[in-house]
């Protein structure tokens, strides 16, 4: 975060106020962390702060400091939205533009509070007053941290806010094994140690914490697994048939589409989600080296992300969905066999 914007954040937040705070639709170890960690900040320093998620997210990230005080959009909708007409100041955390809310969109529209943007993605949309946009950033907990920081609240960094903090920057950057993930990175992950975050006990917590539903769940995604040599590239389908089957639950598929790239040769990874209650496809991509799943996604799948992270979404059937990603790999093929 630059000084003027530390600045303005600072007057912003120089009185006690209702906060919202609004992570994306479908939220992950990072934007749950990061909004429950800014949620604790607040809290301490006077305000009146809640987290409204658009949606439910996974229970394996649901023993966070704060989760049973989060506010479920869907669940809750009337009260979230007296709260959101009411609050003197709208956090958005890990996305950055206000399609990424879902139903939620609509309502952050209307708002005449101001905006605090902070996020890693690429292409940020211009609706907020403040705006900490670092595609740079390992993860949005990592920058929560350095906005804590440039407030000047580094040092009263509690367990509650460490571990929440760990937390996301351990799932975005895949365990610190991705490339965004710099010395910096390792230094504040080294900090929130110091302040109380339980490294060993987080990890086991999000990543070694399994159903026997979704290890047959990842038995039938590697089945169902295709790789394309020629294109450097492996991709996953799940019907909705399958993820009834293996009795699935939100997260279940968490960290299946890195799979494919476990393979030599492999470039790019994807995996192809069915939701018949959203009526859609969801796509999830991954890459390595400079082929951006973000241009990918945004170019033919309605999504977007990172350079070698990112999401869309489809409305044709599986079957269509599927040959159309394949009919685009020819046009690619030279950037995926570099």
Not at 178 to 199: D, P
């Amino acid at each position: 975060m630059n000084s003027a914007d530390a600045r303005a954040l600072n007057t912003l937040l120089s009185t006690p106020k209702k906060i919202a705070i609004v992570p994306h639709k479908n939220p992950d170890g990072d934007a749950i962390g990061a909004g429950l960690a800014l949620y604790h900040y607040l809290v301490m320093k006077g305000h009146n702060p809640v987290v409204i998620s658009p949606n439910d997210y996974p229970e394996f990230l649901k023993w966070m400091p704060g989760t049973e005080a989060v506010m479920n959009f869907e669940k809750q909708e009337e009260e979230a939205t007296a709260f959101l007409k009411t609050a003197a100041v709208v956090f958005t955390i890990d996305f950055n533009d206000l399609s990424r809310v879902g139903k939620m969109q609509e309502i952050l529209q209307e708002l005449q509070a101001p905006f605090v943007m902070i996020d890693h993605h690429q292409s940020p949309a211009d609706y907020a007053r403040i705006r900490y946009s670092d595609p740079t950033m390992s993860s949005t907990c990592e920058m929560i941290f350095h906005t804590v920081e440039a407030l000047g609240g580094k040092d009263e960094i509690t367990p509650q806010i460490a571990d929440c903090l760990y937390a996301g920057i351990l799932t975005d950057t895949g365990s610190f094994k991705y490339a965004s993930t710099s010395s910096l990175t390792h230094r504040v992950a080294a900090f929130l140690i110091e302040k109380g975050a339980r490294n060993s006990e987080i990890h086991r917590l999000i990543f070694d914490t399994n159903t026997p539903g979704r290890l047959h769940l990842l038995g039938c995604a590697l089945n169902n697994m295709v790789i394309l040599p020629e294109y450097s590239t492996a991709y996953i389908t799940l019907s909705q048939d399958e993820l009834d089957r293996h009795q699935f639950k939100k997260g279940d598929t968490e960290g299946f589409v890195n799979y494919g790239l476990t393979l030599a040769g492999i470039r790019l990874a994807v995996i192809f989600i069915e939701n018949k209650d959203e009526g859609i496809i969801k796509i999830s991509l991954r890459s390595e080296g400079d082929f951006s799943v973000n241009e990918f996604a945004r170019a033919y799948f309605n999504g977007g992300g990172h350079t070698n992270a990112a999401g869309g979404k489809s409305e044709q059937s599986m079957e269509d969905t599927v040959a159309y990603f394949r009919s685009l790999l020819p046009k690619h093929q030279k950037e995926l066999n570099k």
